[in-house]
């Protein structure tokens, strides 16, 4: 099967080329797909996406009139590609519905113990010599409560970790997980309560219409003072304005990200010989309490081997007139 795969990154491909091995005919684009770059599609059967980019209703009714019949996203999230009208003109959608869930829930932790121990200021410190440990007191993990939104197949192996340390665990989630309540002990409340006894919260959930801005000013003012927010879900599940509110109050004492909701054309590309236009984004860059990825939490091998073995299982399926079992 032809197929133009786009948003191709360098660590991607001895992945992607082990997978297919010679089965399709790829067409490899560092670009974004977009408008401005629908024309690379021609004569091709099938398209790869990655989260950045854009497969809203215009750009998928172009692809149907040169001729695309399917597209696959190699993410687990598709809140990038308009469903509906890809159902109405025909064009199959498939995901990678789980790659790596470990690779998410240990960046998670990583980034709680970072903050905690303040790990980069430490290290910073060292680089110049300077061997003082004023500012660097963190907290025992044991014996913290932590707020886990979210508690399917990332959000279960956060608990398991979490366990390990001896952290009291709090859970929301639509579809409790009696796995989780039976083997971690952790124990499912309501969204107020959680937010109210959590020392450390961390949002392992889709974007969607009900998870948009889920951490905005009303629901920080109801978090203890100090706490700790982890987001490595979805940028567009936490207000980076009211989260910033937050920081400067104190009411948020650290902030880990993986996530931006701008960072569409900012993360996965290097703008270091660029100036920084986003001044939201800047102003998160300027708090000491703040530590940023830019969404690399997926980012293991076991993942990549994962995402484009599944990607590439899809073609197959599609190439054998075949109905893929990731289809949406």
């Not at 795969?5 to 005919?25: M, V």
């Amino acid at each position: 099967m032809k197929t133009a795969i786009f948003n191709i990154k360098k660590f991607e491909l001895d992945n992607l080329r082990q997978a297919n091995q010679g089965k399709h005919e790829l067409s490899l684009y560092t670009e974004s797909l977009s408008l401005d770059t629908i024309n690379f599609v021609k004569n091709h059967e099938a398209v790869v996406v990655f989260t950045n980019d854009v497969c809203s209703a215009p750009v998928l009714y172009k692809l149907h009139e040169e001729g695309i019949k399917h597209l696959a996203t190699r993410s687990v999230g598709v809140d990038h590609i308009d469903l509906k009208v890809a159902h109405e003109l025909g064009i199959s959608v498939a995901n990678v519905p789980e790659y790596s869930p470990f690779s998410i829930a240990e960046h998670s932790v990583a980034l709680m113990l970072t903050l905690n121990r303040k790990i980069i200021p430490a290290n910073n410190r060292i680089k110049l010599n300077n061997y003082t440990l004023d500012g660097l007191i963190g907290f025992d993990m044991n014996g913290k409560t932590v707020g886990i939104v979210g508690t399917g197949r990332i959000g279960a192996i956060v608990a398991k970790i979490l366990y390990g340390f001896g952290c009291k665990l709090l859970g929301f989630d639509l579809v409790p997980n009696k796995e989780v309540e039976e083997s971690y002990g952790l124990e499912y409340v309501s969204l107020e309560e959680l937010f109210s006894k959590s020392d450390i919260i961390t949002l392992q959930i889709p974007y969607n219409e009900h998870t948009k801005y889920l951490i905005n000013k009303d629901s920080i003012a109801k978090m203890k003072n100090g706490v700790m927010i982890i987001n490595t879900a979805r940028g567009g599940v936490l207000n980076t304005i009211d989260a910033i509110e937050g920081i400067k109050s104190g009411k948020i004492g650290a902030l880990g990200l993986d996530v931006y909701e701008k960072e569409k054309g900012l993360f996965f590309y290097d703008h270091s010989n660029e100036l920084l236009t986003d001044d939201i984004f800047a102003r998160l860059l300027t708090f000491p309490n703040v530590v940023i990825t830019g969404h690399q939490a997926f980012l293991t091998q076991n993942a990549l081997n994962n995402i484009f073995e599944t990607t590439i299982l899809n073609l197959n399926f599609w190439a054998t007139n075949f109905k893929s079992p990731n289809e949406l």
